[in-house]
Protein backbone atom coordinates (compact mmCIF):
# COMPACT_ATOMS: atom_id res chain seq x y z
CA UNK A 1 0.00 0.00 0.00
CA UNK A 2 2.40 2.77 -1.14
CA UNK A 3 2.01 5.71 0.88
CA UNK A 4 -0.05 4.81 4.16
CA UNK A 5 1.50 3.55 6.36
CA UNK A 6 0.30 2.24 10.40
CA UNK A 7 0.38 5.57 12.35
CA UNK A 8 -0.53 7.73 9.57
CA UNK A 9 -3.37 10.27 9.67
CA UNK A 10 -6.10 8.39 7.12
CA UNK A 11 -6.77 10.92 4.19
CA UNK A 12 -10.22 12.55 4.61
CA UNK A 13 -11.96 12.29 0.84
CA UNK A 14 -15.19 13.05 0.07
CA UNK A 15 -17.09 10.49 -1.96
CA UNK A 16 -20.25 9.79 -3.39
CA UNK A 17 -22.04 7.05 -1.56
CA UNK A 18 -25.32 5.03 -0.91
CA UNK A 19 -26.59 7.00 1.40
CA UNK A 20 -24.84 10.40 -0.16
CA UNK A 21 -22.17 12.36 0.16
CA UNK A 22 -19.86 12.14 2.49
CA UNK A 23 -16.27 13.65 4.06
CA UNK A 24 -14.48 11.18 5.90
CA UNK A 25 -13.53 12.22 8.80
CA UNK A 26 -17.23 13.66 9.11
CA UNK A 27 -18.62 10.28 8.77
CA UNK A 28 -16.45 8.54 11.49
CA UNK A 29 -16.77 11.46 14.29
CA UNK A 30 -15.45 10.11 17.17
CA UNK A 31 -15.79 6.43 16.31
CA UNK A 32 -13.56 3.73 15.07
CA UNK A 33 -13.73 2.86 11.01
CA UNK A 34 -13.53 0.32 8.94
CA UNK A 35 -13.47 0.51 5.07
CA UNK A 36 -13.21 -2.39 2.66
CA UNK A 37 -13.15 -2.50 -0.86
CA UNK A 38 -14.44 -4.95 -3.35
CA UNK A 39 -13.27 -5.67 -6.95
CA UNK A 40 -17.07 -5.09 -8.49
CA UNK A 41 -20.90 -5.23 -8.10
CA UNK A 42 -22.55 -8.05 -9.05
CA UNK A 43 -19.69 -10.73 -8.14
CA UNK A 44 -20.25 -14.10 -6.42
CA UNK A 45 -17.42 -13.34 -3.50
CA UNK A 46 -18.13 -9.96 -3.19
CA UNK A 47 -21.65 -10.77 -2.41
CA UNK A 48 -20.97 -12.93 0.32
CA UNK A 49 -18.44 -10.98 1.98
CA UNK A 50 -20.75 -7.89 1.86
CA UNK A 51 -23.67 -10.60 3.32
CA UNK A 52 -21.72 -11.69 5.50
CA UNK A 53 -20.54 -7.85 6.72
CA UNK A 54 -24.12 -7.27 7.04
CA UNK A 55 -24.62 -9.82 9.13
CA UNK A 56 -22.07 -9.13 10.97
CA UNK A 57 -23.39 -4.93 11.75
CA UNK A 58 -24.87 -5.04 15.29
CA UNK A 59 -21.08 -5.86 16.20
CA UNK A 60 -19.19 -3.79 14.56
CA UNK A 61 -21.83 -0.88 16.20
CA UNK A 62 -21.20 -2.46 19.76
CA UNK A 63 -17.99 -2.28 19.34
CA UNK A 64 -18.43 1.43 17.93
CA UNK A 65 -16.97 1.14 14.68
CA UNK A 66 -18.72 2.94 11.58
CA UNK A 67 -18.46 0.34 8.70
CA UNK A 68 -18.13 1.42 5.04
CA UNK A 69 -17.65 -0.09 1.89
CA UNK A 70 -16.19 0.54 -1.65
CA UNK A 71 -16.37 -0.65 -5.37
CA UNK A 72 -15.69 1.13 -8.48
CA UNK A 73 -19.01 0.93 -9.64
CA UNK A 74 -21.68 3.78 -9.92
CA UNK A 75 -24.60 4.45 -7.13
CA UNK A 76 -26.95 2.56 -9.49
CA UNK A 77 -25.49 -0.16 -9.74
CA UNK A 78 -24.79 -0.13 -6.09
CA UNK A 79 -28.30 0.16 -5.10
CA UNK A 80 -29.17 -2.64 -7.08
CA UNK A 81 -26.91 -4.82 -6.01
CA UNK A 82 -27.61 -4.03 -2.41
CA UNK A 83 -31.00 -5.80 -2.96
CA UNK A 84 -29.41 -8.67 -4.30
CA UNK A 85 -26.77 -9.13 -1.09
CA UNK A 86 -30.51 -8.46 1.19
CA UNK A 87 -32.02 -11.36 -0.84
CA UNK A 88 -28.80 -13.66 -0.32
CA UNK A 89 -29.29 -13.24 3.38
CA UNK A 90 -32.56 -14.21 3.09
CA UNK A 91 -33.50 -10.22 4.58
CA UNK A 92 -35.54 -7.81 3.14
CA UNK A 93 -35.51 -3.98 4.15
CA UNK A 94 -37.92 -1.30 3.48
CA UNK A 95 -35.04 0.98 1.81
CA UNK A 96 -33.21 -1.67 0.23
CA UNK A 97 -29.84 -0.54 1.53
CA UNK A 98 -27.30 -2.25 3.39
CA UNK A 99 -26.38 -1.56 7.25
CA UNK A 100 -23.31 0.52 6.16
CA UNK A 101 -22.47 2.80 3.21
CA UNK A 102 -21.18 1.57 -0.05
CA UNK A 103 -18.73 4.22 -1.85
CA UNK A 104 -19.17 4.85 -5.58
CA UNK A 105 -15.26 4.88 -6.95
CA UNK A 106 -16.67 5.06 -10.88
CA UNK A 107 -13.24 6.28 -12.04
CA UNK A 108 -11.08 4.41 -9.05
CA UNK A 109 -9.43 7.56 -7.96
CA UNK A 110 -10.15 6.69 -4.25
CA UNK A 111 -8.70 3.10 -4.91
CA UNK A 112 -5.45 4.27 -6.77
CA UNK A 113 -5.12 6.96 -3.53
CA UNK A 114 -5.58 4.35 -1.13
CA UNK A 115 -3.70 1.80 -3.39
CA UNK A 116 -6.05 -0.43 -3.40
CA UNK A 117 -5.70 -1.87 -7.06
CA UNK A 118 -4.88 -5.27 -7.69
CA UNK A 119 -3.01 -5.64 -11.12
CA UNK A 120 -3.47 -9.32 -11.42
CA UNK A 121 -7.23 -9.20 -11.89
CA UNK A 122 -9.08 -7.31 -15.04
CA UNK A 123 -12.07 -6.39 -15.67
CA UNK A 124 -13.63 -6.94 -19.58
CA UNK A 125 -12.19 -3.85 -20.44
CA UNK A 126 -8.63 -5.08 -19.19
CA UNK A 127 -8.51 -2.39 -16.63
CA UNK A 128 -7.83 -3.71 -13.13
CA UNK A 129 -10.25 -4.30 -10.25
CA UNK A 130 -10.33 -3.25 -6.46
CA UNK A 131 -8.37 -5.67 -4.42
CA UNK A 132 -9.81 -6.88 -0.81
CA UNK A 133 -7.96 -3.88 0.85
CA UNK A 134 -9.12 -3.43 4.68
CA UNK A 135 -8.12 -0.46 6.68
CA UNK A 136 -9.34 0.46 10.33
CA UNK A 137 -8.86 3.76 11.60
CA UNK A 138 -8.81 4.58 15.14
CA UNK A 139 -10.93 7.55 16.90
CA UNK A 140 -7.87 9.76 16.09
CA UNK A 141 -7.82 8.91 12.49
CA UNK A 142 -4.75 6.68 12.23
CA UNK A 143 -4.76 3.92 10.11
CA UNK A 144 -4.27 1.14 13.03
CA UNK A 145 -4.42 -2.10 10.38
CA UNK A 146 -3.97 -3.09 6.77
CA UNK A 147 -4.94 -6.23 4.76
CA UNK A 148 -4.81 -6.84 1.69
CA UNK A 149 -6.29 -10.10 -0.14
CA UNK A 150 -6.68 -10.56 -3.95
CA UNK A 151 -9.69 -10.45 -5.51
CA UNK A 152 -9.98 -14.41 -5.50
CA UNK A 153 -9.80 -14.93 -1.95
CA UNK A 154 -12.65 -13.56 0.30
CA UNK A 155 -12.01 -12.28 3.81
CA UNK A 156 -13.21 -13.38 7.23
CA UNK A 157 -15.25 -11.11 9.15
CA UNK A 158 -15.21 -13.14 12.54
CA UNK A 159 -11.67 -12.21 12.58
CA UNK A 160 -12.19 -8.72 11.46
CA UNK A 161 -13.89 -8.55 14.61
CA UNK A 162 -11.41 -10.14 16.79
CA UNK A 163 -8.54 -7.94 14.98
CA UNK A 164 -10.49 -4.95 16.35
CA UNK A 165 -11.26 -6.42 19.88
CA UNK A 166 -7.52 -6.60 19.96
CA UNK A 167 -6.87 -3.55 18.68
CA UNK A 168 -9.00 -1.53 20.73
CA UNK A 169 -7.67 -3.48 23.77
CA UNK A 170 -4.63 -2.91 23.10
CA UNK A 171 -5.15 0.92 22.44
CA UNK A 172 -5.85 1.32 26.12
CA UNK A 173 -3.43 -1.30 28.07
CA UNK A 174 -0.11 -1.88 27.78
CA UNK A 175 -0.63 -5.67 26.49
CA UNK A 176 -0.54 -7.27 22.97
CA UNK A 177 -2.47 -10.50 21.87
CA UNK A 178 -0.76 -14.05 20.80
CA UNK A 179 -1.96 -16.04 17.65
CA UNK A 180 -5.41 -16.74 17.68
CA UNK A 181 -6.19 -15.12 20.60
CA UNK A 182 -9.71 -14.13 21.52
CA UNK A 183 -11.62 -12.02 23.96
CA UNK A 184 -11.39 -13.01 27.91
CA UNK A 185 -8.39 -15.30 27.22
CA UNK A 186 -5.09 -14.06 28.91
CA UNK A 187 -3.31 -11.51 27.12
CA UNK A 188 0.90 -11.11 26.82
CA UNK A 189 2.89 -8.77 28.44
CA UNK A 190 5.39 -7.20 25.95
CA UNK A 191 8.61 -7.73 25.77
CA UNK A 192 9.84 -3.89 26.68
CA UNK A 193 8.53 -4.45 29.77
CA UNK A 194 10.67 -4.85 33.25
CA UNK A 195 9.58 -7.45 35.64
CA UNK A 196 8.63 -4.93 38.52
CA UNK A 197 6.56 -2.81 36.65
CA UNK A 198 4.67 -5.63 34.81
CA UNK A 199 3.97 -7.17 38.62
CA UNK A 200 2.69 -3.57 39.41
CA UNK A 201 0.85 -3.07 36.27
CA UNK A 202 -1.45 -6.37 36.33
CA UNK A 203 -2.24 -7.36 39.78
CA UNK A 204 -4.00 -9.97 38.58
CA UNK A 205 -0.72 -11.66 38.19
CA UNK A 206 2.12 -12.45 35.41
CA UNK A 207 2.97 -16.30 34.65
CA UNK A 208 5.73 -17.03 32.27
CA UNK A 209 6.20 -19.97 30.52
CA UNK A 210 9.46 -22.54 31.38
CA UNK A 211 11.48 -22.79 28.20
CA UNK A 212 14.52 -24.53 27.04
CA UNK A 213 16.53 -20.89 27.08
CA UNK A 214 15.28 -20.05 30.17
CA UNK A 215 14.49 -16.57 29.60
CA UNK A 216 10.92 -15.08 30.86
CA UNK A 217 9.76 -13.63 27.75
CA UNK A 218 6.31 -15.53 27.29
CA UNK A 219 4.96 -13.77 29.58
CA UNK A 220 0.73 -13.73 30.30
CA UNK A 221 -1.52 -11.87 31.75
CA UNK A 222 -5.49 -12.55 32.51
CA UNK A 223 -7.49 -10.19 30.38
CA UNK A 224 -7.45 -6.61 32.41
CA UNK A 225 -11.44 -6.62 32.97
CA UNK A 226 -12.52 -2.82 32.51
CA UNK A 227 -11.46 -3.61 28.26
CA UNK A 228 -14.04 -6.23 28.21
CA UNK A 229 -16.74 -4.88 27.95
CA UNK A 230 -18.08 -5.60 24.82
CA UNK A 231 -16.63 -9.07 24.30
CA UNK A 232 -16.42 -10.69 27.93
CA UNK A 233 -17.06 -14.44 27.61
CA UNK A 234 -16.13 -15.22 30.96
CA UNK A 235 -13.40 -17.55 29.50
CA UNK A 236 -10.27 -16.61 31.57
CA UNK A 237 -7.61 -18.41 31.18
CA UNK A 238 -4.03 -19.39 31.56
CA UNK A 239 -1.55 -21.02 29.22
CA UNK A 240 -0.86 -24.72 29.97
CA UNK A 241 2.27 -25.36 31.27
CA UNK A 242 2.84 -21.41 32.92
CA UNK A 243 4.30 -19.96 36.14
CA UNK A 244 3.27 -17.35 38.32
CA UNK A 245 6.11 -14.90 38.09
CA UNK A 246 8.25 -14.04 41.37
C1 LIG B 1 -15.85 -12.15 -6.93
O1 LIG B 1 -16.21 -11.28 -6.14
O2 LIG B 1 -16.43 -13.21 -7.02
C2 LIG B 1 -14.62 -11.94 -7.78
C3 LIG B 1 -14.32 -10.69 -8.27
C4 LIG B 1 -13.21 -10.51 -9.08
C5 LIG B 1 -12.39 -11.60 -9.34
C6 LIG B 1 -12.67 -12.85 -8.83
C7 LIG B 1 -13.79 -13.02 -8.03
Known sequence: ????????????FEAETTVGKIKFHDFLGDSWGILFSHPRDYTPVCTTELG??????????????RMIAL???CLEDHYGWSKDILAYNCESSETNL??????????RELAITLGMLDPEEKDSDGMPVTARCVFIIGPDKKLKLSIL?????????DELLRVIDSLQLTAGVRVATPADWKPGVCVMVPPSMPEEEAASMFPAGVFSKELPSGRKYLRYTPQPKDQSKHTDTGNS??????????
Open 149 to 157: YPATTGRNF
Open 1 to 12: MPGLLLGDVFPD
Open 237 to 246: QTEPGTTSQP
Open 71 to 73: SID
Open 98 to 107: LPFPIIADRN
Open 52 to 65: RAAKLSSEFSKRNV
